[in-house]
C-alpha cells in the first residue's frame, strides 16, 4: 500500500478536489490498496437488508457542502409527505469514498489526525472543523441541519458505506503529511469508524451489486 500511495500521490496534499479525483481512481479497483478480499456473487449484508419497496443508492464521492445529506433526507420527507409513505418502506445508501471518506469515521479521528486541516473542511469561523461535522449536526447551506447528520438518518434507516481501497489511500496521505507511518493510520482509521457505517471492499463493486439487485441509484 505505501509504495502504490508514494508513486501516485506524493505530491498530494490535502486540497479536497484533487483528493476526491485519486481516491475514486483508487477505489474503482477492487481489493488492491488494502488487500481487501475479492468481490463475489454472494450478496453482501448491508445490501440484503434493504426491504423497503423504495430503494436508492446516492453515490457522494464529493462532500458538496452536505447536500448529499439534504438529498438523503429529502428522499425520505418527500415520501413521507407527499406519497404518504412511511420510512419503513424507504431504503437509502450513501457512500463515502473519494472526497468524502473522512466523514464516515468518528470525532476521534478527525481531532487526532487534523482531518478538517487536512481537508480544508471549515465551520462558519473559518476554524478547522475537530470533529466530524456530519456526525450529529452538519452547517448546511448557512445553517446547522441537525435533521439530515448521520445519527438522524441511521434512525431513520439509512444504510451507510465506506469504500476500503479509498480509506487505505487516503490514509495515506494523511500520514505522508503528518509524518507518520500509513499502515498503521490505516489501521486507526479502520479501527475507528462510526458506529453502523459499513466498511466495503471497492465502492465501484458496491454501486454494482446495488444495481444488479435493483437499487435506483442517484449521482450527488
Known sequence: M??????GLSKVR????????????????AGQ?????AATQETPAWLAQLDGSHRMLFDAAAPGGGIPLVHVMNYYDTFNKAYQV???DVDAVLTFYGGTTFY?????????????????????????????????SPTILGGPMPQASVETLQ????????CDNALGVM??????????ESDAVYEDMKANILPGVTLVPAMVIAIDQAQQAGVSYHRQ
Open 2 to 7: 505505501t509504495a502504490r500511495i508514494s508513486q
Open 14 to 29: 490535502g486540497l479536497l478536489g484533487v483528493a476526491a479525483l485519486g481516491l475514486i481512481t483508487a477505489c474503482n479497483t
Open 33 to 37: 490498496a488494502t488487500g481487501a478480499p
Open 86 to 88: 412511511t420510512d419503513a
Open 104 to 136: 464516515g469515521l468518528s470525532d476521534s479521528m478527525w481531532s487526532k489526525y487534523q482531518l478538517g486541516a487536512f481537508t480544508n473542511a471549515q465551520d462558519a469561523s473559518g476554524a478547522p472543523f475537530t470533529a466530524n461535522p456530519w456526525r450529529t
Open 155 to 162: 434512525q431513520r434507516g439509512t444504510t451507510f458505506i465506506l
Open 171 to 180: 490514509a495515506g496521505m494523511v500520514a505522508q503529511a503528518r509524518g507518520l
